[in-house]
């Protein structure tokens, strides 16, 4: 029996490996999603055989199979794309809230029966509630901020930094005790209401423009409490596949943080989003002195209608009008007329890692002309027309220009390098970061205002009896 349950759970792992490398391609990623499944089903059914699973518990295991996997339907269902972030917020907490459950459950049970708990042990217990904890907690206030229950903002405090330091100490010098004394359940619960409270007040202080690099930590951590989980449970299985989730997770926040020229500490303590007042050009007048130029869809269509090359640059507007299928019929229509088309994905647009390519794949976008930033800004000179649609923070020339704004040094699209920049946006309001956008500006640019979506059909319409395909 023992062979049996090795070799499913490293087959589950070996899926969940192929899984996570085909994950790296839009092309191959509903596959991967497949293989990860299937690899999930084989690491339940292999734990649902294993002798230690007493048949009176099976009832108990598969009600909350059935419950979970409908729960799971329901949600896939009625999740919008624009909804997206904050169910991985959700889904990372709930995976960290099951790992607290399952340590604490093994913990309570090797007391109960006398049993012993080595050192070993019951550090990764205490380590497993830490991280766990914390990533519920933290992930519940990061779903509460994306789905507006709670202000975007950043929430500070008096001694903030210094109450969050002494949380944590706190909860190390309990976890050091109850290694050496792990019979002290009381202690172990203040251990986990402060792990949870160190979750929140963690969490709390980031801005909306940060919620990327948060969304990626936060799934980081759910992988490492399931890998401490599954030393307390010698279940090889989940810790090789915490261990995929927590280094994946930790190589995606280095690429968020990399997106915008800041370390993690600086995310984690020093977060976007207080407002800034609007910034301009040396030896230019405040933005909030300047006017921006507006342009109709008839206009902008002839715009496009003259262009050799078309770049459209998606941000998180383009989620919020549910307008990516429009989009990619405006560019299959600009390539029948031999208008070279491109699209422009900066790292952190929207509100999660991957967002817009997951958006535009949706829409049989193809893979080939999604371009990341440094492939694309080299060919902003040459793009005669470049089409924003709800991007903000990611194309403000502010980055370079301005020493004194929060995002300076953040690398961005070279937008304003482009001959014609048409913003499709529904009015002047900022981005995450809270600042105004020297690009809407600029005297290459002109705003077409209302919803995206609306926007991108007239914009079609024009084209068409313009330039019929």
């Known amino acids: 029996m023992k062979w ?3 070799f499913g759970y490293l087959f589950a792992a070996f899926l969940f490996i192929v899984g996570l490398k085909r994950m790296s391609s839009p092309v191959t990623a509903r596959k991967a999603n497949w293989l990860s499944a299937i690899g999930m089903l084989i690491a339940i059914a292999t734990t649902l055989v294993d002798p230690a699973v007493k048949p009176g518990y099976l009832p108990v295991v598969f009600g909350g199979i059935v419950v979970g996997s409908l729960l799971g339907i329901w949600l896939a269902k009625i ?3 624009t909804s997206m972030p904050q169910m991985v917020a959700l889904l990372n907490g709930l995976g960290g809230g099951a790992s607290c459950l399952v340590a604490a459950g093994e913990l309570v049970h090797r007391l109960g029966n006398g049993q012993e708990v080595p050192p070993e042990v ?3 217990v205490y380590l497993s509630s830490l991280v766990g904890g914390v990533t519920l907690s933290g992930s519940l206030v990061a779903f509460a901020k994306l789905q507006e229950l709670m202000t975007g903002k950043p929430i500070s405090y008096p001694f903030q930094k210094t109450g969050n330091l002494l949380i944590a100490i706190l909860v190390l010098s309990l976890g050091i005790y109850l290694t050496a004394s792990p ?16 979750g929140v007040l963690l969490v709390i202080p980031i801005g909306g423009a940060d919620m990327p690099v948060v969304i990626s930590l936060l799934n980081s951590y759910s992988g490492i409490a399931a890998a401490f989980t599954g030393f307390v449970i010698n279940n090889k299985c989940l ?15 280095q690429i968020m943080c990399k997106g915008m020229n800041r370390s993690i500490w600086n995310v984690l303590f020093g977060a976007l989003g207080k407002a800034s007042a609007p910034t301009a050009m040396p030896g230019q007048e405040s933005l909030s002195d300047q006017t921006c130029r507006q342009v ?11 262009a ?3 770049v459209f640059v998606p941000g998180y507007g383009l989620a919020v009008a549910q307008a990516q299928h429009e989009v990619r019929e405006l560019s299959d229509h600009l390539q029948k007329l031999g208008i070279q088309v491109k699209f422009a994905i900066h790292p952190v647009a929207g509100r999660m890692p991957g967002h817009m390519n997951v958006l535009l794949a949706e829409a049989n976008v193809p893979y080939p002309q999604l371009l990341d930033m440094d ?13 924003v649609i709800g991007a903000n923070d990611v194309v403000n020339p502010a980055a370079r220009n301005a020493p004194s704004s929060p995002i300076y040094g953040m690398p961005i699209l070279d937008v304003d390098k482009s001959q014609n920049v048409i913003v499709l946006k529904r009015g002047m309001n900022p981005g995450f970061a809270g600042i105004e956008n020297e690009l809407f500006y600029s005297p290459r640019t002109q705003m077409l205002f209302g919803d995206a979506k609306a926007s991108l059909r007239a914009l079609l319409q024009e084209l068409k009896t313009l330039q019929p395909a």
């Open 4 to 6: 049996i349950l090795d």
């Open 79 to 81: 999740t919008k794309i």
């Open 122 to 124: 019951g550090a990764a």
């Open 183 to 198: 019979g002290h359940l009381a202690l172990f619960a203040l251990l986990n209401l402060a792990s949870l409270a160190l």
């Open 239 to 253: 810790v090789i596949t915490g261990a995929l989730v927590g280094a994946s997770g930790i190589i995606l926040t």
């Open 296 to 306: 109709s869809p008839e206009d902008a269509a002839m715009m496009l209608s003259c």
């Open 308 to 310: 050799r090359q078309v």
């Open 375 to 387: 492939q694309i800004n080299p060919e902003f000179e040459r793009a005669d027309v470049s089409v």
